[in-house]
């Protein structure tokens, strides 16, 4: 089990070439097994889960190849298969498969998804989904021996649901419409790469139409992930330094550079650049993460150090009303916290070094964050549990004049 060794204190300054999204390339690599032919990515970011959902989709026969900068994916010919539990149990994103299996084979035997377990994630609009475009659930095994066209009402959105909802409409052959989706950046650009491969989607201000049929090979280059260049705008603020990320839509950022704002950095940005420093001792702030537009939350794990470095704040999620577990991890650095329903009030804090455990993706890299802060060296376990979400962390942070090191993480 691999550790991340941090001597912290030190100001990072410099600049962060920022990788594809995790959450932008597992929808579409899952969505190439409803489509039949060779699909090129570009930028599909080198992260545990993506090699996860590679082994996935080879166990279908799908023939995955690098070729220069594009990773290709030839789905021609596929057999049905169901992988083993303990494979899908690697990753949340194998619950894609709902869509993508019964899409293409016409069944999906469900398994318990993993990926981070900060609260209760349950699956029931995605099987909602699926039983309106004809499949129905026995013995854990989603069957349709035809689908149809679907009429689907969500009545909040979720990024997982909407993204089984385009990929199954996408292969059926008939009129979609899907209302209550979720925005997110990433679903549309799965949706941008369903079209690539030959489906006609539609999005007005409430509705999605799909018109699907026989797909064939597609081509994505992966968004900048807003969630790391976050993570290391706020690892260059807690540190006392200054770092520009590059590689990021600075359009799907504008609430984190509304909150990074109002504690009190100096933000300035080009068309895909950010740049960030403290210019101020720091504000208070309340921070409220939501469904897109909202702030993002998979970012209030990152905020969380920032504030307790600085002066303190309330942070509420209305995504994930649990998502505070990471807490107590964050304490161990010093961090002090009150929690009451899904808000937590967070103290000003002095950081001081420790030795934890990642509690899950995000809170881990909010260890980092903290340890980054604290001088001394810290010691965080578990750093496939971080790594699963960040390409070359270490070496982008080596670059920006952090000490840190990972060790023996297979
Ligand atoms: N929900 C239901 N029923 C469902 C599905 C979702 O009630 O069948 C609820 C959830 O309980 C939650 C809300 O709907 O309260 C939103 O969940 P959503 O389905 O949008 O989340 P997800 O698709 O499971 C993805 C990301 C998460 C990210 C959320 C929200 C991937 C693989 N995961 O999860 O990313 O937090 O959207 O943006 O894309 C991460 O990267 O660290 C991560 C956890």
């Keep these: 089990m691999g550790e991340i060794v941090i001597k912290g204190g030190k100001p990072l300054f410099g600049r962060v070439r920022i990788s594809g999204s995790k959450n932008g390339a597992l929808p579409i690599l899952f ?3 409803v489509t039949r ?8 970011p080198d992260i545990g889960d993506v ?6 989709l080879e166990r279908f026969g799908a023939r995955i190849t690098e070729e220069g900068d594009f990773l290709c994916v030839d789905t021609t010919r596929l057999e049905y298969t169901e992988p083993p539990a303990q494979l899908l149990s690697k990753i949340r994103a194998s619950t894609y498969l709902i869509g993508a299996s019964l899409g293409r084979f016409g069944r999906c035997r469900l398994a ?6 900060f609260s209760d994630r349950p699956i029931d609009m995605h099987l909602f989904a699926a039983e309106l475009f004809g499949a129905s659930l026995s ?22 649901a909407t993204t089984n909802a385009l990929i199954l409409a996408s292969a059926v052959n008939a009129v979609t419409k899907i209302r209550g989706f979720a925005r997110e950046p990433h679903v549309m650009a799965l949706a941008e790469f369903l079209v690539s491969a030959g489906a006609r989607i539609d999005f007005s201000e409430d509705e999605i139409t799909v018109v699907g049929g026989e797909l064939h090979g597609g081509r994505a280059e992966i968004i900048g992930d807003m969630i790391e260049a976050g993570t290391y705008l706020c690892a260059g603020l807690i540190t006392g330094g200054e770092i520009t990320v590059e590689g990021v839509d600075i359009g799907d950022m504008t609430t984190f550079v509304d909150f990074i704002t109002e504690i009190g950095a100096s933000v300035s940005c080009t068309c895909d650049t950010v740049t960030a420093r403290m210019c101020e001792n720091g504000r208070p702030a309340a921070l409220v993460a939501s469904p897109y537009p909202g702030f993002p ?19 509420r999620d209305d995504v994930w009303r649990e998502r505070f577990g990471y807490l107590s991890a964050l304490s161990r650095f010093g961090v002090r916290y009150t929690r009451e329903d899904n808000s937590a009030r967070i103290f000003p804090s002095k950081m001081t070094a420790a030795a934890v455990s990642a509690p899950d993706l995000r809170g881990g890299a909010a260890c980092v964050l903290a340890a980054l802060a604290a001088r001394g060296e810290s010691r965080i376990a578990s750093a496939q549990t971080v790594l699963r979400g960040y390409e070359s962390l270490d070496k982008k942070f080596r670059s920006v004049g952090a000490d840190i090191i990972i060790t023996d993480c297979n």
């Design 297 to 315: 939350t998979d970012l209030q794990p990152i905020a969380a150090p920032l504030m307790a470095s600085l002066c303190g704040g309330e942070i």
């Design 112 to 117: 318990s998804p993993g990926g981070c377990n």
């Design 31 to 33: 969505a190439t097994l």
């Design 139 to 160: 013995d854990g095994c989603l069957c349709a021996p035809s689908l149809h066209g679907a009429n689907i009402y969500f009545d909040k959105p979720s990024v997982g």
């Design 51 to 56: 090699r996860v959902a590679m082994e996935i």
């Design 37 to 44: 032919g060779v699909s090129r990515l570009r930028r599909v």
